[in-house]
């Protein structure tokens, strides 16, 4: 029998778990409009970030492709796009390339349309056009291939690497099996723990997909020492050494573990969507929740299962995030914020697999539109896009 | 009688495991799980907090602190059988500016 979910496909072929207007300021100078634009329109999700101007070529252009990824995105089905005017992200190629796939996008500008005021009627306006039109797509049965899944680690202790990142593990290991596709990241904490994951890079840890996974552990120490500093009193956390946790290398090697067990087929860059790649992939992304919950939807997950121990309630604007607690103290004192109890693991009530099959139940049933909890009590708006120079 | 105290060794290789229990006090016994379920009791040294780990065999100044079958950072004491092992004793090796790394 084959497994399948219920979901939203859209005209370039990606299957959406959501059915969202993205309100994208294309410069946080345009935050106020957009903000103001998603109170007053149901049915919309605002992608609110810090950047998109004074920054590096590479950073603008990084910024551009994180958005145009991000509206491409298969929870989104239709954008509005808040520009102020003179930033310096290509507004223009965001509106083309969002359009390119085939979703309807609209543009305001805020210094032409004359103002604050008369952004948010224009945009308003546009908004509730755009929900009014993707409001009646009605959700298919596709197959679980079709599922891309990102995973993630936070708020972590002890309990993390051996409960909920196995529990996650044995997901993912499930997905790949069945076809689908997993993405990983957090290059931070692959640090310590690295040499495991390029040997299981397709073509060995010798191949370009293992040597790339070492290059990008450099590049994220090298950029920590470019500044005179490194990463301790940074990583682990203070919280992370309060929940137990004593060095780095113990973090990463239990934070590897949600990875599973399947060949690494290669390395994403943090902008870069999936297009037809499946298996399990890395996405080169820190391990912070703004910048990495952005990086994952911006692939095109359409759901991420997240991992906690001492209790990270956080979630993202387009992309619902299930919470798998660890820790069974935790589980009981933030219920109403975990998704799933993988404490029971540690108290030897139930096994690595019953809990890994509870939470693919679960994730089918959120991929056809269960909300998580996080969504239902509307903590999402963790976002920032993840860039390399300073501001300038 | 009082509740089992457990601390849970992750790998045969490791020379910590680590305690899921409250309360665990200097000198009190807790039973070492391995993988395999067998069990072995010992002393603890310090009071260890849910989640912290133990050495499972002394571990000397500057050798490796191994958990998952890896090395986890090294010992910054000599560390004593049943010892609290974290930040204290132990140091990260990775991460760091002031040391040439060697990876893989």
């Given at each position: 029998m084959s497994i399948t979910f219920q979901g939203y496909v859209r005209p370039d072929g990606k299957v959406g778990s959501r059915n969202l207007v993205a309100v994208i300021p294309s410069v946080i100078c345009a935050t106020d409009v957009a903000q103001a634009i998603c109170h007053a329109v149901s049915g919309t999700v605002g992608f609110f970030?810090?950047?998109?101007?004074?920054?590096?070529p590479i950073d603008l252009k990084r910024v551009t492709d994180t958005l145009i990824s991000l509206g491409c995105s298969p929870n989104v089905g239709a954008a509005l796009i808040v520009s102020l005017?003179?930033?310096?992200?290509?507004t223009e190629r965001l509106v083309r390339e969002i359009s390119a796939a085939g979703k309807p996008v609209e543009v305001i500008h805020i210094q032409e349309l004359g103002g604050m005021s008369r952004a948010i009627q224009q945009g308003t306006d546009l908004a509730q056009k755009l929900a009014m039109e993707i409001s009646g797509l009605q959700r298919e049965t596709v197959d679980i291939s079709r599922a891309v899944m990102s995973i993630k680690c936070g708020?972590?202790?002890?309990t993390s690497g051996m409960a909920s990142n196995c529990v996650i593990g044995y997901v993912a290991d499930k997905l790949v099996d069945l076809g689908a596709t997993v993405i990983f990241g957090e290059t931070t904490e692959f640090l310590g723990g690295e040499h495991i994951l390029a040997r299981r890079a397709v073509g060995g840890e010798d191949g370009p997909v293992g040597r790339k996974i070492y290059e990008i552990v450099n590049r994220m120490e090298e950029r920590a020492k470019a500044v005179g500093e490194d990463m301790r009193g940074g990583q682990p956390t203070p919280g992370n050494i309060a929940g137990g946790l004593s060095s780095i290398e113990e973090k990463s090697l239990g934070a590897i573990v949600k990875s599973g067990h399947r060949p690494i087929q290669g390395v994403l860059e943090y902008p870069q969507m999936v297009t037809t790649q499946k298996g399990l992939w890395i996405k080169?992304?820190?391990?912070?929740e703004p910048e990495i919950l952005t990086g994952m939807a911006a692939t095109g997950a359409q759901f991420m299962l997240f991992s906690t121990g001492r209790g990270a309630p956080q979630g993202f604007p387009s992309m619902p995030v299930i919470k798998i607690c660890g820790n069974p103290n935790t589980y009981e004192r933030m219920r109403n914020d975990m998704d799933l109890n993988a404490g029971v693991i540690i108290n030897g009530e139930k096994s690595i697999e019953e809990v890994g099959e509870e939470a693919f139940a679960l994730l089918l049933q959120v991929l056809s539109g269960r909300m998580t909890k996080n969504e239902a009590i509307h903590y999402t708006s963790t976002m920032d896009i993840y860039c390399l120079g300073p501001v300038i | 009688m009082d509740e089992l105290k457990l601390a849970l060794k992750?790998?045969?290789?490791?020379?910590v495991a680590t305690i899921f229990a409250n309360g665990v006090a200097d000198g009190m016994e807790v039973e070492i799980r391995d993988k395999k379920g067998k069990m072995t009791p010992v002393h603890v040294i310090g009071d260890v907090p849910y989640g912290h780990k133990i050495a499972v065999r002394p571990i000397h100044k500057g050798e490796p602190v191994i958990k998952y079958g890896e090395s986890i950072g090294a010992a910054s004491a000599d560390i004593r059988m049943g010892e609290y092992v974290h930040v204290h004793n132990m140091v990260a090796m990775r991460g760091r500016g002031d040391l040439r790394e060697v990876q893989g």
């Open positions: 970030h810090h950047q998109g101007c004074c920054q590096l005017g003179c930033e310096g992200t290509d708020a972590s202790d002890t080169d992304a820190p391990g912070r | 992750v790998d045969d290789k490791d020379n």
